[in-house]
């Protein structure tokens, strides 16, 4: 049903792309998953008679086959799952640089400093717990507060998950090297609990593995829709804790593409405020316009930015160096 009122809500938000078809076809490399993207792609192709050839994959995958293929990439555009992959792709210079009308009134911490990508969606690094066996006193002010005696095997962790990995490597850019390998080995001798992926350890804490969990803000509010009663809830450090990070899914245009106003089409339609809504409805992930309707699962979007740290999501595209810090700390 949600779906179906999207749909036909999106075909009002769309007049400005026409319905004549375009000149020629345009391919996309998307990191995200097909069920989520192809409904929102089918769409596109309605309103606008042109046609998207996609190619799913691994957001890391597809951002290194990008850099092997270089400019001979069939790709038009790359729509990836963190800002790591989409900073690793602009600092090896095969991105286009956008049009800002594109981007110019979104919040900066959904844009590229380098204006070669836009964010699609946010996604809120929070601090899960148990309402029935943490008392909201106890919640620590910032991330690095977790090496307390206190949080001994109580804390759940992903760590071979994509987005903790970003969060570990924002924490690198934010606070060096030195202090990230020193919080990661205390984290390890304070007993995580480890867990393959953040569903994985919202459900540990329910079924009382832990008392804490550090994951992505949308987990949550899927149990939460099923049953109201879940016995887990979320939150933020203090403003500015990087265990606040904000990272987004972001979509930009290779710079080798040779059908650019096609491909920026697509950036646009994604930026639409039925495009957005979509997003935050159907993945519980931050719309990046203010026009979309809130989802009352999330914690208001204004509050988000708020706690966030500011930092360039460019900066996020060392992941070997973060690999190799979580392998030193015994963590993988």
Do not use: C
């Not at 192709?45 to 293929?69: F, M, S």
């Not at 600092?91 to 919040?107: C, D, F, I, R, V």
């Not at 491909?263 to 495009?275: E, I, N």
Request: charged share 20%; glycine share 8%.
């Amino acid at each position: 049903m949600l779906k179906k009122k999207w749909a036909a809500s999106i075909a009002l938000a769309t007049a400005m792309f026409g319905g004549a078809a375009m000149a020629a076809d345009i391919t996309l490399y998307s990191g995200r998953g097909e069920s989520f993207v192809q409904p929102i792609i089918e769409q596109f192709e309605r309103d606008t008679g042109l046609k998207v050839n996609v190619r799913y994959g691994g957001t890391p995958e597809l951002a290194l086959l990008i850099q092997e293929e270089g400019r001979r990439s069939p790709a038009d555009l790359f729509w990836g799952q963190d800002a790591g992959a989409m900073g690793a792709l602009a600092n090896a210079g095969l991105l286009a640089t956008l049009p800002e009308s594109l981007y110019n009134e979104l919040p900066d911490i959904y844009t590229s400093e380098t204006g070669q990508w836009v964010a699609t969606s946010g996604r809120a690094r929070v601090i899960a717990y148990s309402t029935t066996r943490v008392d909201e006193a106890e919640i620590p002010e910032s991330v690095f507060d977790l090496v307390r005696p206190e949080f001994k095997g109580r804390v759940a962790m992903p760590p071979t998950n994509g987005s903790f990995q970003s969060f570990v490597t924002a924490m690198r850019v934010m606070h060096g090297d030195e202090r990230t390998l020193e919080w990661l080995k205390g984290m390890a001798a304070n007993d995580i609990v480890t867990f393959r992926n953040n569903t994985t350890a919202v459900q540990g804490i329910a079924d009382g593995e832990a008392d804490f969990a550090l994951v992505n803000n949308y987990y949550l509010p899927r149990f939460v829709s099923a049953d109201a009663d879940y016995p887990v809830a979320q939150t933020f450090f203090a403003a500015g804790d990087v265990g606040n990070l904000v990272n987004v899914a972001g979509i930009a245009v290779l710079n080798s593409s040779r059908n650019q106003e096609n491909a920026q089409k697509l950036v646009g339609f994604l930026l639409q405020p039925s495009a957005q809504q979509y997003f935050t409805q159907e993945a519980n992930e931050y719309s990046v316009t203010p026009s979309a309707v809130s989802n009352p699962l999330l914690t208001d979007v204004n509050l988000v930015l708020e706690r966030a740290p500011q930092m360039d999501l460019d900066t996020l595209a060392d992941l070997e160096g973060t690999l190799r810090l979580m392998r030193e700390a015994g963590l993988l």
